[in-house]
């Protein structure tokens, strides 16, 4: 089976070989070149090459589509990113600086036609041409309830969240939403089958039950709304959201469930059972310092609780640079050997 | 009497209601209390309330971190311009965000804290040299340096808190300027504190004022 087959098959519940591993190396490719983040993210060929050659080192079953946050406020007007060799890329110019800006901030009519997206069209036909029938291609997309954040910074977004009009936050969010939705369809139509929707505010983590009741709940259902839920991965930027995966499940609909690794892994498996995948994701921040053996012994307690049933994913989550190559190979290698199916 | 305001106002502030806290602050000082009063009585104990709840609820997000130490914070400053005597100031710190870091939502958690628990802060801002985080803790007497990072590569970077710390070390100040840590990635990892430098990290921005608090009784006079 490929490795799209045995995905497919995971969240079918269909017999495989073995469970799918997802391994995000985005910001890894740099090095895997020998250029500087800011070079390495310039072209899309770059980030197709990149994921191409360790792909063929590592056998994981995922590519990604050139990608960084900054990318979706550059379409929206962001002028500058500072780069850094040692980590992601992070938005340094923020489009809304006033509350005035709001009024002005404008959705491309056609997002594909901006030149930022260029280089992620580039990256997404190399990687569609190559491994598009084989290896699941993923996408990040930002929650509408999320975007703000990256356009004025997190502390402003919240400041006109809990203390702002409401009319000018609306006026933002709806503004957000047509944008989500719109680059969840490019995503679509460039090839991309695993749609990973990142909605921090969907966890109450960030915002309290009532608030992700009200207000989260509805603006998700208006991204989502357009396209559907095909291939949409449900991620709160690694925070936990076990208590709203029932609301979540029943109120969206959605398929596949990234686990935080700070969320108790056997409580998520039990609530989504057959009726959705959920994705096992390791604490890859630990994997700095963790010894091989001591990664190895992770994914297989992993493994152990999420591979009985099926439905079961192995992923990880911001992969830092600072990982050891020697980890990311236990990993791996774990992986496959405790992922195996009978 | 003083039950009942310090209960509206705790309502108030775990709702992350502003204006019902303001409210209750006005009918507060009708009723008598004194300015003083008001932030010692009722301020900072719901801070403290708050971190504890934190701690337990496990329902507690960021918005009701947010709002608590906005509504903290403003209460106090409004409180302060009352005072018939400057209060005692019970430390110094200086805070901002890790070299290449830009995410300022935590520090400004921690700085709204702390101005409640009668802490002087320094806000430096963010994308903070390693250096002028040690001058300025020098220049103003600071006993703690606060560093948020919200990206691993800035939490454990070179030129973040461990180039701080190198820093410190070669000028003799490590006995008399304590180092705290605090953003995402230590939350992933408790050790991770260890590995950046830090005499100590907290999870939020909330409990960062009970860990900057004891940090400042740890750090020697110079």
Redesign the interface.
């Known amino acids: 089976m490929t490795p799209l087959e045995i995905l497919v098959a995971a969240a079918t519940g269909q017999p495989a070989p073995r469970i799918p591993v997802f391994c995000n190396l985005l910001d890894q490719g740099a090095r895997e070149l020998g250029l500087s983040q800011k070079d390495y993210y310039a072209r899309g060929e770059n980030g197709a090459e990149a994921q191409l050659k360790m792909l063929a080192r590592y056998g994981h079953d995922n590519v990604w589509s050139l990608s960084y946050v900054g990318v979706e406020a550059e379409i929206l007007g962001c002028r500058e990113i500072?780069f850094?060799d040692?980590?992601?890329p992070?938005?340094?110019d923020f489009v809304i600086k006033r509350y005035d800006d709001i009024a002005k901030l404008e959705v491309p009519a056609d997002i594909t036609t901006h030149p930022a997206w260029q280089r992620t069209a580039t990256c997404m036909k190399v990687l569609r041409d190559e491994v598009g029938a084989t290896h699941a291609i993923c996408a990040y997309i930002t929650a509408s309830t999320t975007l703000p954040a990256i356009l004025m910074?997190?502390?402003k977004w919240?400041e006109l969240?809990?203390?702002g009009p409401v009319d000018l936050r609306d006026e933002l969010l709806r503004k957000c939403s047509d944008f989500c939705a719109q680059e969840l369809a490019a995503y679509r139509a460039a090839g991309a089958n695993v749609l990973v929707y990142s909605t921090p505010f969907g966890t109450?983590?960030?915002?309290?039950?009532k608030?992700f009741l009200e207000w989260s709940l509805p603006w998700m259902k208006m991204d989502l709304a357009p396209g559907g839920v095909d291939g949409i991965v449900y991620y709160c930027g690694?925070a936990p959201f076990n208590?709203v995966i029932d609301i979540v499940r029943t109120e969206l609909g959605i398929g596949v469930y990234y686990i935080s690794?700070?969320a108790d892994l056997a409580e998520a498996k039990a609530l989504l059972g057959d009726r959705a995948l959920t994705c096992g994701v390791i604490?890859d921040?630990?994997m700095?310092?963790w010894t091989p053996d001591q990664t190895r012994a992770e994914v297989k307690r992993m493994i152990d609780i999420g591979k009985p049933g099926g439905h079961f994913l192995f992923g990880t989550g911001?992969m830092?640079?600072?990982v050891p190559e020697a980890n990311i190979r236990a990993m791996l290698d774990a992986s496959f050997e405790y992922g195996r199916l009978p | 009497m003083l039950t009942d305001i310090i209960k509206a106002y705790n309502e108030a502030v775990f709702e992350t209601d502003k204006e019902a806290a303001f409210l209750i602050v006005d009918k507060a000082l009708a009723s008598g209390l004194t300015p003083e009063e008001v932030v010692f009585e009722v301020v900072i104990p719901a801070v403290e309330e708050m971190m504890s709840l934190i701690t337990k609820d496990p329902d507690a997000n960021l918005a009701q971190h947010f709002m608590t130490a906005q509504i903290a914070s403003e209460v106090t400053e409004a409180m302060l311009a009352k005072f018939h005597h400057p209060p005692e100031v019970i430390g110094r710190v200086v805070i901002g965000t890790a070299a290449g870091d830009l995410h300022s939502l935590g520090k400004r958690i921690v700085i709204g804290c702390l101005k409640s628990l009668m802490v002087e802060v320094a806000d430096l801002g963010v994308n903070v040299p390693a250096e002028r985080f040690v001058d300025e803790a020098v220049g103003r007497n600071a006993q703690v340096i606060g560093i948020s990072a919200m990206m691993v590569h800035t939490a454990t970077g070179a030129d973040g808190s461990l180039k701080v710390r190198r820093i410190l070390r070669e000028r003799g100040l490590e006995d008399r300027i304590k180092v705290v840590v605090g953003g995402a990635p230590y939350r992933f990892d408790g050790e991770l504190y260890k590995t950046a430098g830090a005499d100590a990290w907290a999870a939020d921005g909330i409990t960062a004022g009970r860990v900057i608090v004891d940090l400042i009784r740890q750090a020697k006079t110079p």
């Open positions: 500072l850094d040692e980590g992601s992070n938005v340094a910074g997190m502390e919240m969240l809990m203390t109450t983590g960030f915002v309290g039950m608030r690694m208590n690794p700070l604490d921040i630990k700095i310092h911001v830092p640079l600072a």
